[in-house]
């Protein structure tokens, strides 16, 4: 098992990654972070009311599911929000240039780092 922030950095090995955090969903305090190209304290608190909303949702719709990951695209950038099955109440939130990075490559590394992350 790795701890957040070995784990934070074999995220940012991947190609075109620009920074990653693990952040508590209840409060929007991120446990962990690294890298840079986002205002990470920002980027947390606003992407745990993406996370909030879509479980909400997923309420609202009887939809006895989870969330694997969450994939936002814009222009330049993939920001990728993965809940931690490990650890309720926590997600993973990645970010990457989009131009440098392959998308399945990335999911797949978050998936694999999500599994090898302790608290």
């Given at each position: 098992?790795?701890?957040?922030?070995?784990?934070?950095?074999?995220?940012?090995?991947?190609?075109?990654?620009?920074?990653?955090?693990?952040?508590?969903s209840?409060?929007?305090?991120?446990?962990g972070?690294?890298?840079?190209?986002?205002?990470?304290?920002?980027?947390?608190?606003g992407?745990t009311?993406?996370?909030r909303?879509?479980?909400?949702?997923?309420?609202?719709?009887?939809?006895?599911?989870?969330i694997?990951?969450?994939?936002?695209?814009?222009?330049k950038?993939y920001?990728?929000?993965?809940?931690?099955?490990?650890?309720e109440?926590?997600?993973?939130?990645?970010v990457?240039?989009?131009a440098?990075?392959?998308?399945?490559?990335?999911?797949?590394?978050?998936?694999?780092?999500?599994?090898?992350?302790?608290?």
């Open positions: 098992m790795a701890s957040i922030q070995n784990s934070l950095e074999n995220l940012l090995t991947a190609d075109g990654a620009l920074c990653a955090a693990v952040v508590d209840g409060s929007g305090m991120m446990l972070a690294i890298g840079t190209g986002v205002d990470l304290e920002v980027a947390a608190a992407n009311e993406v996370v909303a879509k479980l909400k949702t997923m309420r609202a719709l009887g939809l006895n599911d989870s694997e990951d969450i994939l936002i695209t814009l222009g950038q920001h990728l929000l993965r809940p931690m099955a490990q650890k109440g926590v997600f993973i939130y990645f990457l240039d989009k440098k990075s392959n998308l399945a490559l990335a999911r797949r590394k978050l998936q694999d780092v999500e599994k090898e992350m302790s608290f």
